[in-house]
């Protein structure tokens, strides 16, 4: 039997998104996966798809984002017809809420840097942003409604891609780790998993924060897990319609029913691949959504966990092919894994079947940190 024609380490949305999208060219695909696909930080995201920077360090993530969230409505119709399975996708927007104590933030300074990237953020009057959401907090200083967000429950839609792509004949292999690459000729020409050579055409790494424990891969994906620790709650009285978000914390209404589910977070905490939810981490998250919307306080918490993301040295994705013929990198999402799935299934069909592609990817190579290193050696 002839091997794949594209071996992708990792199932998780990333992978899964990369196998459905290549399963759809009629390639030979196969997942592997060092446990349960779609376990890890695709089920511990919030299933925010916002495309606004956090902090300076994401502003060149801004043009790839937006792609994305162009790109969803037709992914999750596609997905969905595909798997037969609804993922929970609600266009609703998100407000931003401006609340005492954030020194240094501004809202016509948002508002600017949003213009400036394209991003049609609005500023609102306190009275206007209680009339949308009436459980917001009458302590807000400011608040800017983002139209253009979006929200997924990500454990669904991660299911719902993994079913996909299943359906389409991609065949996706549990608790097989990936240790090692194989090489032949100077190119990559598969994998080691659980101690059997698979070999393929094209090897696809998207092992979230696992990647860098990969023989031969920390050169490109020196990627590190970031923990985030979640709290889900059952909300009768307060209902929301939109994401709340504030710097310290957000709020992503998953559904319209009464009561609601209500998913909320988060930490950036360096704690190696330990998952734990800490009293410590509640607190934090408790604290900060008590802020944005205090009529919470009597709701029921009905889940916590906690997640490693991929985090990368400049905290962003390493994208695109490497220095190495049939290796590509698809990984160090960090926290936006979940809205950047559909963009980076695309341009890995794109790099794949040696057509252009159609966006700029170059800021996030995988080979920007082999030259870092040569740059700190010379
Ligand atoms: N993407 C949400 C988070 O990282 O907390």
């Keep these: ?83 037969g399975r609804a993922v929970g996708y609600r266009s609703k927007g998100a407000l931003e809420v401006l609340l005492a104590g954030e020194a240094g933030r501004e809202l016509s300074t948002l508002i600017a840097l949003h213009h400036g990237l394209g991003l049609p953020t609005e500023a609102l009057r306190l009275e206007e942003a209680l009339e949308m959401e009436p459980a917001l907090s009458r302590q807000a200083l400011a608040v800017a409604l983002l139209p253009y967000e979006a929200s997924v429950d990500n454990r669904a839609l991660t299911e719902a891609v993994l079913a996909a792509a299943a359906r389409q004949g991609v065949e996706i292999r549990a608790a097989t780790p990936v240790t090692s690459l194989l090489r032949q000729g100077g190119r990559c020409s598969g994998v080691v998993a659980g101690g059997d050579q698979v070999s393929a055409e094209h090897v696809v790494l998207a092992a979230g924060c696992f990647s860098s424990e990969i023989e031969g891969v920390s050169r490109y994906a020196p990627t590190r897990p970031v923990r985030g620790q979640m709290v889900a709650l059952r909300s009768s009285r307060v209902h929301l319609t939109r994401v709340l978000r504030s710097a310290r914390g957000y709020i992503v209404p998953r559904d319209d029913a009464r009561p609601q589910k209500l998913v909320a977070g988060s930490t950036l905490e360096n704690a190696g691949f330990e998952k734990r939810v800490t009293p410590g981490g509640l607190a934090q998250i408790l604290s900060a959504i008590l802020e944005l919307a205090p009529g919470l306080a ?81």
């Design 298 to 378: 009597g709701t029921e918490i009905v889940e916590t966990w906690s997640g490693l993301r991929p985090d990368t040295p400049d905290h962003l994705p390493v994208l695109g092919p490497t220095d190495v013929e049939g290796l590509v990198m698809a990984t160090g999402h960090y926290r936006n894994g979940i809205l950047l799935a559909p963009v980076t299934a695309r341009l890995v069909r794109e790099w794949l079947t040696g057509g252009s592609t159609s966006l700029p990817w170059e800021n996030f190579s995988p080979l920007r940190f082999l030259e870092a290193r040569r740059h700190t050696a010379s």
């Design 1 to 83: 039997m002839r091997g794949f024609d594209v071996v992708i380490v990792g199932g998780g949305i990333i992978g899964g998104s990369i196998a459905f999208e290549l399963a759809q060219e009629k390639l030979r695909v196969l997942v592997l996966d060092r446990q349960a696909p779609g376990q890890e930080a695709s089920w511990a995201a919030a299933g925010m798809l916002s495309p606004s920077p956090e902090n300076p360090d994401s502003i060149p993530l801004v043009p790839l984002a937006r792609a994305s969230l162009e790109l969803y409505p037709e992914f999750v119709a596609t997905v969905e017809e595909a798997s």
